[in-house]
Structures are given as C-alpha cells and as structure tokens.
C-alpha cells in the first residue's frame, strides 16, 4: 500500500514532467532544425530537464505533509503517516524508491523520439539512457536528501542549486573527473569510446551513496 | 508493570535550550480513559509525540504495554496496538475516505471489518467522497474509524473534540465512552475541555508547565479535594499560606480560599486554630482543580 500511497503522490509530478519533455520533442521538430543541431538541442534539453524532472520526482515526502505545508496548499498528513505501524527508512525507501522507478521509466520512454524521430541509433541511445541514468542518479539522490530535511520548495532550490554547482565544477579539470554531470554535458556524449563511463559511475553512484547515508541518518534522528 | 499501558519515568524534553517537559511520570491503567489536560503548551502534544517515537526524550523512559519503547523496532511494533488521532486530523488529500480505509486496513492484521462497517453506519461516511470534501468533524470521525477498526488496545487522542460542533461532539464522546464500557481498550486523550473530560475520563492527568501537578482517579480527587474557606474579623494572617496538607491559597481581605487535600479533618484542626470568624468546607469541581493547579503553579 505504500507503493500505492506513492505513486498517487507522485503521479501528476511525473505527467508534468513528461508533458515538459513533450513540449521539448514537439519545439525540436516543429522548427525542423538540421538533424546534427536537433541532436545536440535534445542533448543539452534533456540535460536540463533530467535535473530538474529527477529532483521534481524525489519531492513530496514526508517534510511535504507537516502541518505548515497545509497553509501553504499542501497536506499536513505527516503525523497519520508516522503513527503507522512502518519504520521511517522503510517510508523514505518505498518513496525513493517509486520516484526512482518513475524516473527510469521516463529516460527509457524519452529516449524513443530520439531514436525515431532525430535518427539516433540504437547504440547512441543506450548511451544516452546511461549518461541520463548517471546524471538523474545524482540528481536524484541530492534531492532526495533536501527532501529530508526541507519543504517542498526548498528540496527543490537547494537542489539546483548543488547541481549549478556541479554544472560549474565541469570547467575545473581536477573536480570534472568524477562530476556525475559529465554524463550529459559532454560532448562526447554520444561516443562510447570517449564517453567517461567508469569515472562518471564512481561519481554519481559516490555522491548516491553518501546522499542515501546522510538522508537515513537524518530520518533516524529527526523530530516530527 | 503489566497492567499499565502507559508508564513513562523522569520524562524530559527541551526545545532548543528551553524546557518543554520537566520529568513527567505517567502510569496509565489498562482500561482506562485517561484525560490528560493542561493548557496550550503545557506539554500535552509533547508527551503524546514522544510517545508514538516521534520525538526523542531528553532523558527519561518510555513503557507502552509493559515493554521499553527505546528503539525503531519497539517503536513500531508498539503503534501496531495503537489508534492515533492527531490534533490536525488531516489526511491525504489525494484519497477518498474508502481509499483512505483500504490504505489503512493493511497495516494491522487485526483490522475489524465488523467495527469499519459499524462506524461508517454511524458516522455516515460516504466511501466514494474525496477527503479534501470531508468537513473537519467527518474527518475527526474517519480517524477515529481507522483507529478503533485496527483492534488498537490503546486509542491516544490529541483534542480529539477540537473544533467540532457540539453535536459531532457529543457523537464522539458516546462512542469513546461506549468502546471503554465494552472493555479492552484504554484511551490517553488530552484535552483543555474540562467538562469533555468530566464526562467520560475515569483518570485525570493535569500537567502544567511541563510537569505532572495532579495525577488520580477522577473520583478519588474529588473525593480527596476539598475547598475551605475561612473568613476572620480582620486581614486573612499570613499563617494560612503555611498551614500543612494544603495545595494553594487565596486570600482576599478578610478570606481565605485553601485547596486542600489528604487528610481534611486535620487540616481543618489546623486553620481552626488560626481563630477564623466562620469555616466552611465545599467539594471541588475539576475546573477548580484546574485553575487552582495552573493559575498559581
């Protein structure tokens, strides 16, 4: 029932999300740009748009239902949430669990205009799937961890906020190696033989890890 | 120890440097209703959250159903005998009340579907309306459904009668009244409602500025209290403010008002050698208890 719970949570989040990238497909080929630019707009669109859709869809746990969020338009159902017979991690887990499900559904379902549509092949795509899996991973995670400790819209500044942050360490050669948004801005993006996979792995899933570890201690201790 | 629900021991807990409880020793019988009243952040929202785990206690310890509540795991396995209305009584916006129920059921393998069924009777719960539809006494009354449809053997109320109408109200007093007179289920619900807790409590828990003040059967303190009133010739003397067995003192000019209680008889023979012009000796309410308690703590 918590994966339910979730998921009604969650729904409108991932149609907002998926109508953005909607809008993106249909503005590409509405003004029928040159495939090679098509390409590259799609790249650095979706760039954009796995930071801000992986962040929108770690949202809405349990620091969106404290009585304050009621005044601001949301519900303040935290405390039935938390009289319940389920351990806090297991709430975060099923809730970051079921964004997460949803954002890899969304990079495998918005990976498919740009096979049919901009001409990508089969083996540039999976390699988009993977850069945009690196980049929503740690997108994701920070989020995740904002979530635990601030409201709704704060998650949401706090974590654009680290990703411009990592955005602008790209130009830094020493801190670019492990950056987890190497996955999407660069411009090797689409080669396998260039594409920095196993640093961009240790990356993101070190910044997942150490986000996961800092969100369940912080679960652990926190006063409702 | 086993026949407490609720026993905590030097409960403490402070909010950024500035005490909210101050060592609060709880025993609550099972079967009992327990009124726990006091007035806005006295401490009442505090000692109820430390005891779903929801807070963490400074210092102090925490048994519900005789077993220490010092862990996650015990934590949760406790509110698994738990029903829990919020002050709040705010639910997912996202769910009808049916929704809201069939969410609910799954969590509790001793779920009652006969008590669901009864109290969607009498409470008149349309299934398929949306929770933001219900007014906030229908969702004072789906909570109070979920909680008492869960078999819960503890039912802890924060207000649950705040900001309802009379009627809904009383509704919600006859059915907590009626699940105590079918026995098995002890309820601790707070409340500044003296005349709510009069009405149905059997045991009165007065906490004030983060400490117990009053703590007994209901009768018991009513038995036990008694107010004296003393009127002499001239000013009240400053002697009654120390006579022994008694709680507080109000004088004005020539009278004075003592809460006492233990043994009257005696400390009647003690004001009575204070050479007052009249005594005279009256039971007291819960109100006066009360205000007594929390006016001159």
Redesign the interface.
Same mark, same amino acid.
């Not at chain 2, 705010?90 to 769910?95: A, I």
């Given at each position: 029932m918590l994966w339910w719970k979730a998921w009604m949570e969650t729904r409108w989040r991932l149609v907002f999300v998926l109508a953005g990238c909607a809008l993106l497909w249909s503005e590409g080929l509405l003004f029928g740009l040159p495939l090679a630019k098509l390409k590259m707009a799609f790249i650095l669109q979706h760039a954009i748009v796995w930071g801000f859709a992986a962040t929108m869809l770690a949202g809405a746990g349990l620091n969106s239902q404290t009585t304050w969020g009621t005044a601001a338009g949301y519900h303040g159902s935290m405390l039935f949430t938390l009289s319940l017979p389920v351990a806090r991690r297991k709430l975060f887990a099923v809730r970051a669990g079921a964004g997460a499900v949803e954002t890899c559904a969304l990079i495998v379902v918005t990976a498919a205009p740009l096979v049919l549509f901009a001409g990508l092949g089969w083996s540039a795509a999976s390699l988009y799937i993977a850069g945009a899996c690196i980049c929503s991973m740690a997108a994701y995670a920070i989020s995740a961890l904002f979530a635990c400790v601030t409201g709704e819209m704060w998650q949401l500044y706090g974590s654009w906020g680290v990703l411009a942050v990592l955005s602008v360490a790209l130009r830094f050669p020493l801190l670019a190696r492990f950056n987890p948004l190497r996955g999407l801005f660069s411009e090797a993006y689409t080669s396998a033989a260039h594409f920095p996979w196993m640093d961009a792995w240790i990356g993101a899933a070190l910044l997942a890890a150490l986000c996961c570890f800092a969100a369940v201690r912080i679960l652990d201790r926190k006063e409702y | 120890m086993n026949d407490l629900v609720i026993q905590t021991r030097g409960l403490r807990k402070s909010y950024d440097g500035s005490p909210a409880l101050r060592g609060i020793d709880l025993a609550v019988p099972r079967g009992s209703i327990c009124g726990f009243l006091g007035r806005n952040g006295a401490g009442k929202t505090t000692t109820l959250?430390l005891l779903?785990n929801?807070?963490?206690p400074d210092a102090g310890e925490i048994f519900l159903f005789g077993d220490p509540v010092s862990s $996650?795991?015990a934590a949760?396995?406790a509110?698994?005998r738990?029903g +829990?209305v919020?002050e $709040?009584k705010?639910?997912?916006?996202? #769910?009808t009340v049916g929704q809201t129920i069939?969410?609910?059921r799954? +969590?509790?393998p001793g779920w009652r579907a006969d008590l669901e069924a009864k109290y969607l009777e009498i409470f008149q719960l349309p299934e398929s309306k949306p929770v933001p539809k219900l007014s906030k006494g229908m969702r004072t009354q789906l #909570?109070l459904l979920l909680a008492l449809a869960r078999g819960a053997e503890l039912l802890i109320l924060d207000e649950p009668t705040d900001g309802l109408d009379p009627a809904v109200t009383e509704d919600v007093l006859q059915v907590l009244a009626g699940l105590a007179a079918s026995g098995g289920t002890s309820i601790f619900f707070s409340s500044h409602h003296l005349a709510e807790i009069e009405q149905i409590a059997d045991r009165v828990c007065l906490i004030d500025r983060g400490q117990i003040v009053i703590d007994g059967e209901l009768d018991d303190l009513k038995t036990d209290y008694r107010r004296i009133l003393l009127v002499f010739s001239g000013d009240a003397p400053a002697a009654v403010n120390a006579l022994a067995g008694v709680d507080h003192v109000r004088t004005r000019g020539r009278t004075a008002s003592l809460l006492a209680h233990g043994d009257i008889e005696a400390t009647l023979g003690r004001a009575r050698e204070l050479q007052p012009e009249s005594v005279e000796v009256h039971p007291v309410t819960l109100k006066e208890l009360f205000l007594d308690h929390v006016k001159e703590a």
């Open positions: - | 959250k779903l929801l807070l963490r $996650e795991a949760v396995a509110r698994r738990i +829990f919020s $709040e705010q639910l997912y916006p996202y #769910m069939r969410f609910t799954p +969590f509790f #909570m």
